[in-house]
């Protein structure tokens, strides 16, 4: 009989797929109930990534770590694929991430969500079930399944529940287009990769090293990959569904969205592209480079010019994942020098940098696009040019901003300041001239932050004119004045914030996870 360890990781794959199936039986108008039964269940998936978190801590990474908590069984022996599942210091921390986050959606969506409430929470638990089959999955059949379940559902919550101004069928679109593109240039490197090696399996694949010496084709089949996860990160110039698809979701949606499946693109690269073509990556690891750059620049940039709120932080996604891609572009330029002394320790801090950035970001850029809601469902609005003085008119929301904000802007003592210290340390002793220039990236960082958001939003005299009414989320009356936060937004909240801070204090238990992925994946290099 199968132990508990080697049962977690398919528990926390599919409760959220059983939840959402015993959902379809339930009575549309009992919408209570629906989303009652959605939180309580996204409640266990929740303890269980806790629980790998401690455990894998105390029991793994002193022991070196590695892929743990494995099962592979024959799924289709016709195809030689296995159900194969493990989690490492990577994934670890990105499935406790997917688990909160969805959980907050949820639980601040059963307040929000009034239309169409049954589809709603299915969809949602059905899109948590596939960005956790992404993070444990190590069959590159089973992998493409997971990462085209998460396509469908988020393209119904943008298209059904955005709001309609923002044009979100539209926007459902262009992000259901621009990702199945790239899913097709995917699985076309995944059958060349198998065509190569006989084996859909990651570890295997791995350490055969497909195409080897074979530079062109090496390539070829890199970029079929890279195609597919700089989309879904996204990195310059792919990078424009994810305006529009952030500004048209649902709060909840772009929370996801944000926090979750931008990093899938990212973990991609860390887990399959990096490990399988080092060859090739050295070889564009350049062209990576210089894409994050330009991502980091141009994305903060654009934040300055924007007045939509919600496109504002959509676009500092741009701008925050370029740091990703600046960190896995110089490890990969690391590696025709891995000889170079102290080479081998600024690969690793990049990476680090990299897996940092990837988890923070969606604790500061969840946390942001729930305030953007929380201010829009009073406001109805998100005119930048439309507030001002508001932090004496609802100071509890003010202080939270200024919180998540400053993280943001990558202020010391805070969760985001960790993740691009350990990127430019990593990068400025592989690729210093570009990392230099990324630096612009965190100045401008600080205009859109300190202007566009807590100027333009907080600072100044408050005018009572320019908004007709607030709609009081306590009592749903409308009102003169502004409301400050409700019990379930603080609620909500509550737990990001709490862990930016601590992370800011003390990163170290997560830089730890991290770390041991990346000298695992270095140490195979």
């Given amino acids: 009989m199968a132990s508990f360890n080697e049962m977690i990781l398919s ?184 065509f190569q090696t006989k084996t859909f399996d990651m570890q295997e694949v791995a350490a055969l090293q497909p195409f080897a010496g074979n530079l062109p084709v090496a390539s070829l089949v890199f970029w079929g990959f890279m195609l597919a ?107 025709g020098r891995m000889t170079e002394p102290g080479m081998t320790d600024s690969m690793a801090m990049a990476i680090n940098g990299a897996t940092l950035q990837m988890f923070n970001h969606g604790l500061i850029t969840g946390g942001l696009f729930f305030l953007v809601g929380v201010l829009y469902e009073r406001a109805h609005t998100r005119d930048l040019g439309m507030f001002g003085g508001l932090s004496a008119k609802i100071p509890a929301y003010y202080g939270i901003m200024m919180v998540v904000a400053f993280a943001s802007l990558g202020l010391p003592g805070l969760a985001g300041f960790w993740a691009e210290f350990f990127t430019f340390r990593g990068a400025f002793d592989i690729v210093a001239v570009w990392a230099a220039i990324g630096v612009i990236g965190i100045v401008a960082t600080a205009g859109y932050i300190l202007y566009r958001i807590i100027q333009s939003v907080f600072l100044g005299e408050y005018d009572p004119h320019k908004i007709d009414h607030w709609t009081d989320m306590k009592d749903g009356q409308d009102k003169h004045d502004p409301s400050d936060m409700a019990g379930f937004e603080k609620l909500t909240m509550v737990p990001l914030v709490i862990l930016i801070i601590i992370l800011g204090v003390f990163p170290t238990p997560l830089v730890e996870f991290f770390n041991q992925a990346a000298e695992t994946i270095i140490n195979a290099l």
């Fill in 11 to 194: 528990l926390v794959v599919f409760i959220p797929l059983l939840a959402a199936v015993v959902l379809l039986f339930f009575p549309r108008e009992n919408e209570r109930l629906i989303k009652l039964w959605s939180i309580a269940i996204s409640i266990i998936p929740l303890v269980l990534t806790i629980y790998l978190m401690v455990n894998y801590y105390a029991s793994h990474i002193p022991n070196g770590g590695g892929m743990q908590y494995e099962v592979k069984l024959s799924w289709i022996p016709q195809l030689n694929s296995y159900f194969h599942l493990g989690a490492d210091g990577l994934s670890v921390p990105l499935l406790f991430l997917t688990a909160l986050l969805s959980t907050l959606g949820l639980y601040y969506s059963s307040f929000t969500i009034k239309k169409r409430v049954k589809e709603f929470f299915f969809l949602f638990l059905l899109l948590e079930m596939g960005m956790m089959g992404v993070f444990v999955a190590l069959d590159f059949v089973l992998f493409y399944v997971f990462w085209e379940i998460g396509l469908v559902p988020m393209y119904f919550l943008i298209g059904i529940w955005g709001q309609p101004k923002d044009r979100p069928r539209y926007a459902a679109i262009k992000f259901f287009i621009y990702t199945l593109v790239g899913s097709v240039a995917m699985m076309l490197a995944i059958l060349a990769v198998y």
């Fill in 229 to 335: 996860f700089m989309i879904k990160v996204p990195s310059f110039p792919f990078h424009t569904w994810l305006p529009d698809a952030h500004t048209a979701a649902p709060t909840a949606g772009s929370v996801i969205l944000a926090g979750v499946l931008l990093k899938l693109g990212a973990y991609g690269i860390i887990r399959i592209v990096l490990p399988t073509f080092p060859e090739a990556f050295s070889q564009w690891s350049m062209a990576i480079v210089i894409l994050g750059v330009i991502g980091i620049v141009y994305g903060a940039f654009v934040c300055i010019a924007q007045s939509d709120l919600k496109r504002l932080i959509a676009y500092s996604s741009v701008s925050h994942m370029g740091y990703v891609m600046l960190g896995l572009g110089a490890a990969a330029a690391g590696i």
